[in-house]
């Protein structure tokens, strides 16, 4: 099992930045993929930006492109999200998940941390 822990959310202008970080436990980081996803409110949760086990390799949504930067330290159990030229569409709670296999029902979720962008 994997526990997972976000923190580093707030309040931000449109424009700013911010740096999320999670927090791994277990021995077995280096198995999984790494994402997050954005839950806006009243709306449902949507995948954000994932990272590969290596970290050579990335996807993400169209919205965050040139904008959202997903990076990973494996030796320490982390995984970081910075996010640049923050929108006032950015606003939501932000949770880190992990999964050697899909998002699905097999994946880990942290609790969440919010992020709000004003405009």
């Known amino acids: 099992q994997v526990q997972l822990v976000e923190s580093g959310g707030g309040l931000v202008q449109a424009g700013g930045s911010l740096r999320l970080s999670c927090a791994a436990s277990?021995?077995?980081?280096?198995?999984?993929?790494m994402g997050w996803f954005r839950q806006a409110p009243g709306k449902e949760r949507v995948f954000v930006i994932a990272?590969?086990?290596?970290?050579?390799?990335?996807q993400y949504t169209d919205s965050v492109k040139g904008r959202f930067t997903i990076s990973r330290n494996n030796a320490k159990n982390m995984v970081y999200l910075q996010m640049n030229s923050l929108k006032p569409e950015d606003t939501g709670v932000y949770y880190c998940?992990?999964?050697?296999?899909?998002?699905?029902?097999?994946?880990?979720w942290g609790q969440g941390t919010q992020v709000t962008v004003s405009s």
């Open positions: 998940a992990a999964t050697i296999k899909d998002w699905g029902t097999s994946a880990y």
């Open positions: 277990g021995r077995t980081f280096s198995r999984y993929v």
């Open positions: 990272i590969s086990e290596s970290g050579r390799g990335t």
